[in-house]
């Protein structure tokens, strides 16, 4: 088995095959699109900043509130105690302080995501909102869920961003 699929199928052969040329293509073009650009100096985003909490307690959290079975009030607890989480220079970050920092970016996604989706839809299941279909308060389902950037951290490095589908630039 691969370990890929846009289409959440994870097969190989057709599939992976059209996957690796659409998206070979498009991120030639993005490339080609950023070719002239400035390199940004990395020297004037200050030390990298890593989440003052272990990945023990991470995951821990993600599956208490983030799990299987999820609701609103645990998901907001959990979006709540994400964002509330320190962050701090380390004198040597290594590749596990990185791999701590990515996961709680992506756990503070999920989150955010599951609470904004206020229906129960393939393996998103919400205790509280048990049936597939939009309540009054959701979002409209989409098979892109966008999210706003997540709050610049004190200090946090700035990514450069390719150009979107329409061709302007993203910030």
């Given at each position: 088995m691969a370990a890929t699929g846009v289409h959440?199928?994870?097969?190989l052969a057709s599939n992976s095959l059209l996957e690796g040329l659409v998206f070979g293509a498009r991120?030639?073009?993005?490339?080609?699109?950023?070719?002239?650009?400035?390199?940004?100096?990395?020297?004037t985003h200050g030390e990298p900043?890593?989440?003052?909490?272990?990945?023990?307690?991470?995951?821990?959290?993600?599956?208490?509130?983030?799990g299987i079975l999820r609701n609103?009030?645990?998901?907001?607890?959990?979006?709540?105690?994400?964002?509330?989480?320190?962050?701090?220079?380390?004198?040597?970050?290594n590749?596990?302080?990185?791999?701590?920092?990515?996961m709680h970016i992506v756990l503070e996604l999920i989150a955010r995501c599951a609470l904004a989706r206020r229906e129960s839809r393939g393996a998103h299941y919400r205790t509280d909102y048990p049936k597939?279909?939009?309540?009054?308060?959701?979002?409209?389902?989409s098979p892109?869920?966008?999210?706003?950037?997540?709050?610049?951290?004190?200090g946090a490095s700035q990514r450069r961003r390719g150009p979107s589908r329409s061709g302007t630039k993203r910030q």
């Open positions: 959440g199928a994870n097969r991120a030639g073009a993005a490339m080609r699109e950023c070719a002239g650009a400035p390199l940004l100096d990395a020297s900043r890593f989440p003052d909490i272990t990945a023990e307690e991470l995951r821990a959290l993600a599956w208490a509130k983030c609103g009030p645990e998901l907001e607890d959990a979006v709540g105690e994400l964002a509330g989480t320190p962050w701090q220079v380390t004198a040597s970050p590749r596990a302080r990185f791999e701590l920092r990515s597939r279909g939009l309540s009054s308060r959701s979002i409209p389902w892109r869920i966008a999210t706003s950037r997540l709050p610049e951290r004190a």
